[in-house]
């Protein structure tokens, strides 16, 4: 059973910069794909971002493209999102979830594995 442990929640003024970790309890390339997806109040999850933990392919979701990074820490087992260039649309509960088989690695039915998420406020 993986296990997701989010961390780095907290607010921030636009325009800033802020950093998200996600330690598994597994190898990170164990895994097949991890993502970050985001939800705010009366929205759905939305996909922010996903990593292919092979070969390291990367997918970002429109509203993010050009401002935040995932990347892989293997040595640490972790997923860091570096979110740059914040904006107060980008308030949300953060998530961090793994597949480790071949799937669609995008819709969160694809993810079996979730952490328990992050708060992200971004004040303007």
């Known amino acids: 059973q993986v296990q997701l442990v989010e961390s780095g929640g907290g607010s921030v003024p636009a325009g800033s910069s802020h950093t998200l970790s996600c330690t598994s309890t597994?190898?990170?390339?164990?895994?097949?794909?991890m993502a970050w997806f985001r939800q705010a109040p009366g929205k759905d999850r939305e996909e922010v971002a996903t990593?292919?933990?092979?070969?390291?392919?990367?997918y970002y979701g429109d509203s993010v493209k050009g401002r935040f990074t995932i990347s892989l820490d293997n040595n640490e087992n972790t997923v860091v999102l570096q979110m740059n260039s914040l904006r107060p649309e980008d308030t949300a509960m953060y998530y961090c979830?793994?597949?480790?088989?071949?799937?669609?690695?995008?819709?969160?039915?694809?993810?079996?594995?979730w952490g328990q998420g992050a708060q992200v406020t971004v004040s303007s």
């Open positions: 979830a793994a597949d480790l088989n071949p799937s669609g690695c995008h819709l969160p039915i694809d993810f079996p594995y």
């Open positions: 990593i292919y933990t092979d070969g390291g392919r990367t």
């Open positions: 597994d190898p990170i390339d164990s895994t097949y794909c």
